[in-house]
């Protein structure tokens, strides 16, 4: 189960991203900040 945040990040009012690519967006932007805390 995703958490309330989660919920409310990936069904934001004015987006037109499809809700397929949330979970790639998710996961780059935690790769992005794993990479930010191994650097």
């Given at each position: ?10 069904t934001p009012h ?19 900040t794993l990479s930010?805390?191994?650097?």
């Open positions: 189960m995703p958490s309330t945040l989660e919920i409310n990040f990936v004015r987006s037109r991203t499809p809700i397929i690519l949330y979970p790639f967006i998710l996961l780059c932007l935690r790769v992005t930010a805390f191994c650097v």
